[in-house]
């Protein structure tokens, strides 16, 4: 007598105990291959760029040309809010640390090209420019240079975005706009200068987009190996590790030099002087001369006479002209550089209320905005724009 045999059933996940079912909900990849293929394919259609990021990417673009333009910080986020979601990012990196170089490549063209279209719509916005007056830039030359609170934001908004994406196989709009307010504006802010003729806004601009793309590429392949993304093949180790080691050096290579940080990445080139060399002084040699003896004669006596004493009468002097720094409240101060002009050297930010000395009567006209030479209370000299200042004295035409 033999038995029917039976058939050993997988286990239905809402039967399973509770601790298992939490392993199984912690674990990143299913445990087959075609689970995982799976898990990758609906991935990879939640990165991929579709005609919708094409569309939000021109009009985050034009926002934030806009807002550069007319330095409304309050524009620049509105253009952030109004990007898509960059997904395509995770996409790249997920995409290199599984091997996958169709995708790998579908993302970063896709992201390419909506990078394209916001740097061409910033020049587009900078040709404008010379029909209508620039008021006085600040916003985008904070954008195109690097700072630490820049990547702190970056690190956040890609950590969380890939753990989103990731984690609930859906988009998330929310931590992206933190990653387009960071890639979207310096490239918008060198497209911008490109055309409008302000200088140093490209490349330093592009130079610091790049920067700010490598250091998300780096975050978003830790954030996927601590969520427990490993790579199937030795293809997939390779291409993730050539990925992140070409983000390294290209955020050292760029970064290195520290110029983006303290002033502009197109520093302007030292003229050599030439310095004369000391000449040689004749000296006089003393020649031997006959000596006159005088001879004892009359003379007349004059009386003594009171003589005059000169007074010394003061001149007038120049009255001090004394102004108070007033920059706008979410800047916080006003900067100090050595000439007038935004692609001199840094030197300082000077809080708001500072009672500075003003040296020079008549402003000079550098980048299309006016200047004056001023002094610290400290004794240091530079120089400021006159849109930050706001004068103590009376001073005419100010």
Same mark, same amino acid.
């Given at each position: 007598m033999s038995f029917?045999?039976?058939?050993?059933?997988?286990?239905?996940?809402?039967?399973?105990?509770?601790?298992?079912? /939490?392993?199984? +909900? *912690?674990?990143?990849?299913?445990?087959? &291959?075609?689970?995982? $293929?799976?898990?990758?394919?609906?991935?990879?259609?939640?990165?991929s760029p579709s005609f919708d990021f094409f569309l939000f990417s021109i009009l985050a673009g034009l926002t934030l040309a806009l807002g550069l333009w007319v330095d409304a910080p309050a524009l620049l986020v509105l253009g952030a809010l109004l990007a898509p979601t960059m997904s395509p990012l995770m996409g790249v990196a997920l995409g290199?640390?599984?091997?996958?170089?169709?995708?790998?490549?579908?993302?970063?063209?896709?992201?390419?090209?909506?990078?394209?279209?916001?740097?061409?719509?910033?020049?587009?916005m900078g040709s404008l420019t010379k029909l209508v007056s620039l008021p006085s830039l600040v916003q985008v030359y904070f954008h195109t240079q690097l700072a630490w609170h820049h990547f702190l934001v970056l690190a956040i908004g890609s950590?969380?975005?890939?753990?989103?994406?990731? /984690?609930?196989? +859906? *988009?998330?709009?929310?931590?992206?706009? &933190?990653?387009?307010? $960071?890639l979207y504006t310096p490239i918008a802010a060198a497209g911008f200068g490109l055309t409008s003729g302000i200088a140093h806004l490209w490349p330093d601009g592009l130079v610091v987009f790049a920067i700010h793309l490598a250091f998300t590429v780096i975050i978003s392949v830790i954030t996927l190996v601590v969520l427990g993304f490993r790579p199937l093949t030795l293809f997939g180790y390779t291409l993730g590790g050539v990925v992140t080691l070409l983000s390294i050096i290209l955020l050292i290579g760029f970064s290195g030099a520290g110029a983006a940080v303290t002033g502009q990445v197109a520093l302007?080139?030292?003229?050599?002087?030439?310095?004369?060399?000391?000449?040689?002084?004749p000296t006089l040699t003393p020649t031997s001369t006959a000596t006159l003896v005088p001879t004892a004669t009359s003379t007349a006596t004059i009386p003594p006479s009171i003589t005059p004493t000169l007074s010394q009468t003061p001149l007038p002097t120049a009255t001090?002209?004394? &102004?108070?720094?007033?920059?706008?409240?979410?800047?916080?101060?006003?900067?100090?550089?050595?000439?007038?002009?935004?692609?001199?050297?840094?030197?300082?930010?000077i809080s708001n209320g500072t009672l500075i000395e003003i040296l020079s009567v008549k402003p000079t006209e550098g980048d299309k905005v006016l200047w004056h030479q001023v002094r610290l209370p400290d004794g240091r000299e530079g120089w400021m724009i006159q849109s930050a200042l706001l004068a103590a004295t009376p001073v005419p035409n100010w």
């Open positions: 029917p045999r039976i058939e050993k059933t997988p286990d239905d996940p809402q039967q399973l105990p509770p601790a298992r079912r /939490r392993r199984a +909900r *912690r674990l990143l990849l299913p445990f087959s &291959a075609d689970e995982r $293929e799976a898990f990758l394919d609906h991935i990879a259609q939640q990165t290199a640390i599984s091997g996958s170089i169709r995708f790998f490549t579908r993302s970063l063209v896709g992201f390419t090209l909506g990078s394209t279209l916001v740097l061409l719509t910033g020049i587009l950590a969380l975005t890939t753990v989103s994406i990731v /984690r609930t196989k +859906r *988009r998330t709009a929310i931590a992206s706009v &933190a990653l387009a307010y $960071e302007p080139t030292l003229t050599p002087t030439m310095t004369p060399l000391p000449t040689a002084i001090p002209i004394y &102004a108070h720094v007033n920059a706008p409240e979410e800047y916080g101060g006003a900067i100090l550089r050595d000439g007038p002009s935004f692609s001199n050297t840094y030197l300082d930010t």
